[in-house]
């Protein structure tokens, strides 16, 4: 694998903290949260969508990919349902995996959130931290 190709995956792999974070803040008790007058608010969004900048910065979303045609394939559903799948996934199946992920919020809001509180985004990190040593 070239150096280029593992600084992005190096890149990918720090935003899993971030992730972590968000994920804990979504799933905490109210008392936990941000109190913004009336309402409680949880720091959402903010680390979904710097996520979803860098994976755009960096090259991670595929503009030619058929994502929604593949999203209906075993394949889709291995990698972001299996654990074992998704530990043998190389860059390319990130590539699609992320594609599919953060395009899809674009035609359905929450699916990237979706996508952080079931641990996906983080297990793509962890892989991308394991495919950049």
């Known amino acids: 694998?070239?150096?280029?190709?593992q600084n992005r995956l190096r890149r990918l792999a720090l935003e899993r903290d971030r992730l972590i974070?968000?994920?804990?803040a979504l799933s905490a008790p109210q008392h936990a949260?941000?109190?913004?007058?009336d309402l409680y608010r949880v720091p959402h969004g903010s680390s979904c969508l710097s996520f979803q900048k860098r994976c755009?910065?960096?090259?991670?979303?595929?503009?030619d990919f058929d994502w929604m045609t593949w999203m209906q394939s075993e394949e889709y559903a291995a990698l972001s349902r299996?654990?074992?799948?998704l530990e043998t996934a190389g860059p390319g199946e990130l590539i699609r995996l992320l594609t599919a992920t953060i395009?899809?919020?674009?035609?359905?809001?929450?699916?990237?959130e979706a996508a952080l509180r079931s641990g996906l985004l983080q297990r793509i990190t962890e892989r991308a931290?394991?495919?950049a040593c």
């Open 33 to 37: 949260l941000a109190r913004c007058g």
């Open 56 to 63: 755009q910065a960096d090259g991670w979303i595929d503009p």
């Open 103 to 112: 395009r899809q919020e674009k035609y359905t809001y929450g699916a990237l």
């Open 21 to 24: 974070w968000e994920r804990e």
């Open 129 to 131: 931290a394991t495919l």
């Open 82 to 85: 299996d654990l074992e799948a």
């Open 1 to 5: 694998m070239d150096k280029r190709a």
